[in-house]
Antibody
C-alpha cells in the first residue's frame, strides 16, 4: 500500500534553513505529482507547493514563493522541500501528499504522517 | 483563489444519528473536462488527513458506505448516515479545480455526544 514518510523537521531559528524529505513506497512514484501541505498548530490545512511527476513543473503558495523550493529524485522515490529564510509563521506540521490518479486536476489521495517544523529563537 | 466555506464549524452528534456538513465554493468547481473537483477529508485526532470522498460523491477505497457526498457547482454536502465513535475528528472539503492552488475549507469538528 501507499506509504509516505516525512523527515527533517525540527526547531530552527528565524532566518535559517531546513530541508524536509518524503520517502515514498508502495506505488510508482515517478508517475505521480506530489504536494506539500502544512498545518500550523491548531489551524487548518494550507497548500505549500506542488511538483509534477517528472519535476518539470513546480508551483508555490504566495506565502512561501522565493523562499521554499520543491524537488524530487525519482531514482530515490523521494520528495524534498528546501525551506530558506524561515519565519515564525512557517511553524507547522508539514505533510507530503500523493496526487490521485487521473487528470491533472486530481487532488490528494494519500498523506504522510507529517513532520513538525518549529521556527523560534 | 477559490474560497471554500464550511458550515457548521462544529457539531455534536449522538452515536447512530446522522450528520451533515456543508461546503460552499466561491466559484463553480465544474471543470471543462466535465468533472467536479471537490474532495472530503477526515483528520482524526493526532493523525494526518485521510481521503473520504473524491469528485463530489465517490467513496475512496475502504471508506464505509455510511459516508456519502453530493452537490454540484458551488454547493456540496457530506453526510454520515449513522455516526460512530470512530468518526470523531475534523472534516475538510478541498477544491483542486483551480490548479495549482488547491484550497481547503476551515474544517468542521465532529464530536460525539
Amino acid at each position: 500500500q501507499v506509504q509516505l514518510v516525512e523527515s527533517g523537521g525540527g526547531v530552527v531559528q528565524p532566518g535559517r534553513s531546513l530541508r524536509l524529505s518524503c520517502a515514498a513506497s508502495g506505488f510508482m512514484f515517478s508517475t505521480y505529482g506530489m504536494y506539500w501541505v502544512r498545518q500550523a498548530p491548531g489551524k487548518g490545512l494550507e497548500w505549500v507547493a506542488v511538483m509534477s511527476y517528472d519535476g518539470g513543473n513546480e508551483y508555490y503558495a504566495d506565502s512561501v514563493k522565493g523562499r521554499f523550493t520543491i524537488s524530487r529524485d525519482n531514482s530515490k522515490n523521494t520528495l524534498y522541500l528546501q525551506m530558506n529564510s524561515l519565519r515564525s509563521e512557517d511553524t507547522a506540521v508539514y505533510y507530503c501528499g500523493k496526487k490521485a490518479p487521473g487528470s491533472v486536476n486530481q487532488g490528494i489521495d494519500s498523506w504522510g504522517q507529517g513532520t513538525l517544523v518549529t521556527v523560534s529563537s | 483563489d477559490i474560497v471554500m466555506t464550511q458550515t457548521p464549524l462544529s457539531l455534536s452528534v449522538t452515536p447512530g444519528q446522522p450528520a451533515s456538513i456543508s461546503c460552499k465554493s466561491s466559484q463553480s468547481l465544474l471543470h471543462s473536462d466535465g468533472k467536479t473537483y471537490l474532495y472530503w477529508y477526515l483528520q482524526k485526532p493526532g493523525q494526518s488527513p485521510q481521503l473520504l470522498i473524491y469528485e463530489v460523491s465517490n467513496r475512496f477505497s475502504g471508506v464505509p458506505d455510511r459516508f456519502s457526498g453530493s452537490g454540484s457547482g458551488t454547493d456540496f454536502t457530506l453526510k454520515i448516515s449513522r455516526v460512530e465513535a470512530e468518526d470523531v475528528g475534523v472534516y475538510y472539503c478541498m477544491q483542486s479545480k483551480q490548479l495549482p492552488r488547491i484550497t481547503f475549507g476551515q474544517g468542521t469538528r465532529l464530536e460525539i455526544k
